[in-house]
């Protein structure tokens, strides 16, 4: 089945330690997005990239960065993780053409920081 | 600028009543609205989405949600539900323009047996 898939599950990192977290997709769609979400709440878009067009959103910290090889790939770096970075990371995405496609997620990596 | 508000922070039913959440909208332009669903520890799944047509929209699981362009409101609806229907919703609208989404504050809906 087409999905988003994200490794791993489950990430700890030692504070001020670079982690990595990945997503991949089989839906050959063009946008891919990655959102940080906090207990429970609204996921906070951090910056998706159109085909290869990286779009950063004004408030996410530059700690935070994002790299996409190819169509399939996209991977969430944290440079420095503070304790504030503690969240569940949500790799979604969407194809572009015309208003009436959803966004398909990912499970979504939890990542804490010690 | 678009956004939704979802103005329950939770919402408490009995199984077999039916359920309501709510949501209202804010859009220049045609409202692409979105509803989805999210259980512990999980992603968000997409229940259903208006862009057009029929204002009552059926998705998912059972669910349907009504588009009212006066009132500029899309909640989400259910005839009987179930404790398993017990997860956080969230609803969403789309900037086309910008390929983004925006999500309003989401609701926990619990349901009791």
């Known amino acids: 089945d087409a999905m988003v898939i994200q490794n791993p599950r489950y990430q700890v990192t030692q504070f001020g330690k670079p982690v990595t977290l990945s997503c991949s997709q089989t839906?050959?769609?063009?946008?891919m997005y990655w959102y940080q979400q906090k207990s429970s709440q609204a996921p906070k878009l951090l910056f998706h990239y159109y085909d290869k067009d990286f779009n950063n959103e004004a408030d996410t910290p530059d700690n935070f960065q994002s790299r996409r090889p190819n169509t399939s790939f996209c991977f969430l770096d944290i440079r420095s993780p503070g304790l504030g970075d503690a969240a569940m990371y949500l790799c979604a995405t969407s194809r572009i053409a015309g208003p009436a496609h959803e966004q398909y997620f990912g499970p979504g990596t939890r990542l804490t920081v010690t | 600028a678009q956004s939704v508000a979802q103005p329950e922070d939770q919402v408490n039913v009995a199984e077999g009543n039916p359920l309501t959440v709510k949501c209202t909208y804010s859009?220049?332009?045609?409202?692409?609205l979105f509803w989805y669903v999210q259980y512990p520890n999980r992603g968000l799944q997409f229940l259903l989405k208006y862009i057009t047509g029929d204002n009552l929209v059926k998705g998912s699981y059972g669910f349907e949600a009504e588009f009212n362009k006066s009132q500029t409101s899309f909640h989400l609806k259910k005839p009987s539900a179930l404790v398993s229907d017990s997860a956080l919703y969230f609803c969403?609208?789309?900037?086309?323009?910008?390929?983004?989404?925006?999500f309003g504050s989401g609701t926990k809906l619990n349901v009791k047996p």
């Open positions: 839906l050959n769609h063009n946008v």
């Open positions: 859009v220049s332009g045609n409202p692409y």
């Open positions: 969403a609208v789309r900037d086309v323009d910008f390929n983004k989404f925006y």
